[in-house]
């Protein structure tokens, strides 16, 4: 079927539509300007120098990095028997609806939730308390994708495993394993980033001595109006666009979540 000019000006307008934030942002982390404004009177890479040289940033990237690198792997490790089950019809359905419950909630009563039952638990402001706060998001990703990508694989193949003399814990791993690594990579992925992202629920569970990059940001810019805000955000749409290009041509990340979908 032939797509007509204004089905292709209408698409084109969308996409124009979605990017211009985008666009816009990256104009104004070149900006040469202390403050924030558009356009910007002069280019300049000053504020990508300052990010640099940021220590505050730096300190909350890391931080960042080594939850969203704890909670993949946690993410992963409890996501895939729960995914088993379910694509097997081990757990009843209703296991995998609560499993995604969490996004039907707003992030805000997530938040609070979490706050009155980590606070006794002295869990507030720091990495572990952090992580389980995370895992609540992020589950439900990583079990969606993971068991439409378990649903796929035919079941005789353990039976055939089975009949060779494999047991069940050597055939889920070298045979489900394998065969649903496209999908472990895709929600690893997808699972990173919102965590890396998530800033909501951070809000409420964050301290002084420990924050993240996404926190950071939002507290920067209650105290200043400069363009280093900018210059971190396009520096992170960069990083997330070379990481789920790169899964894609891996294993084909943008099917893997379509199918879900």
Known sequence: ???????????????GFL????????????SADNYLGFPPSSLSLRWFVALSQNSEMLSAARTSLLLSATVTLIAL????PAALAVARGWAPPVVGLLLSA????????IGLALLIVLQPLALLATLPGLALAHLVVVMPFVVRIMTTSLAGLPPDLDDAAATLGASPWRSFWRITVPLALPG??????????VSFDEVVISLFLVGPRLTTLSVAMFRYTERHADPLVAAVAVTLVAITVVVVLSVDRLVGFSRTIGRVS
Do not use: D, E, N, Q
């Not at 490790?77 to 895939?80: D, E, F, K, N």
């Not at 895709?186 to 980033?193: H, I, K, P, R, Y």
């Open 1 to 15: 079927m032939k797509v007509g000019w204004i089905t292709r000006l209408l698409a084109t307008l969308g996409y």
């Open 19 to 30: 990017l211009a934030p985008i666009i816009l942002v990256c104009i104004i982390s070149v």
């Open 77 to 80: 490790a409890v996501g895939l």
């Open 102 to 109: 969490p996004l039907l909630l707003p992030s805000l009563v």
């Open 184 to 193: 472990v990579i895709a929600s690893a992925t997808l699972a990173f980033l």
